[in-house]
């Protein structure tokens, strides 16, 4: 497709949102295909849709799982949702693969950033409370009355009179 050299060219010279604009409208047409997929999502994780990139790469990736370079994308990609848990699992199988050696520094890299963006791991307690001052009347919140209709049941069933309140019904 001469179309995907252009986009190519676009991505590289910076212009990202041109290349998804050109080819994102060939996705329905063109998806499945390896070399289409790869330079779309490309173009959609330069273009700043990253989420749209992971799935695009997942196609890649589904034909062919050794694919280094959208390996590094979609962990480029899970990087910018900060999705880091994913983006470190990429990046190891990355790392685990013997990538050249710009590629093993890239991904050193990025697993840095992502190790400097977390926060430290340990114990982390959080909490909550509530204190309220008033009067309750009621305090086992028994009713008033002497039965009540359940309308699962459809009958009205008694209440024990040692369940029923005391006071006088306000009602």
Do not use: C
Not at 7 to 14: H, I, N, S
Request: hydrophobic share 45%; aromatic share 8%.
């Amino acid at each position: 497709l001469a179309v995907l050299g252009q986009a190519e060219e676009l991505v590289r010279t910076g212009d990202a949102e041109q290349a998804w604009a050109l080819l994102a409208p060939l996705e329905r047409q063109f998806a499945g295909r390896p070399d289409f997929d790869y330079v779309l999502g490309v173009a959609a994780l330069e273009s700043g849709r990253p989420n749209r990139a992971t799935f695009v790469f997942e196609r890649v990736l589904t034909v062919n799982p050794g694919h280094l370079a959208a390996r590094l994308e979609m962990a480029r990609a899970y990087f910018a949702l900060r999705d880091f848990e994913r983006a470190e699992r990429e990046f190891n199988v990355i790392l685990a693969s013997a990538p050249p050696p710009e590629i093993a520094t890239l991904s050193r890299l990025y697993l840095s950033k992502m190790r400097a963006a977390q926060p430290a791991r340990g114990a982390v307690f959080s909490g909550y409370a509530e204190v309220t001052v008033g009067h309750d009347s009621n305090v086992n919140a028994a009713a008033a009355v002497s039965s009540v209709f359940v309308p699962g049941l459809g009958n009205e069933l008694a209440i024990d009179p040692s369940l029923r309140s005391t006071l006088p019904s306000t009602a």
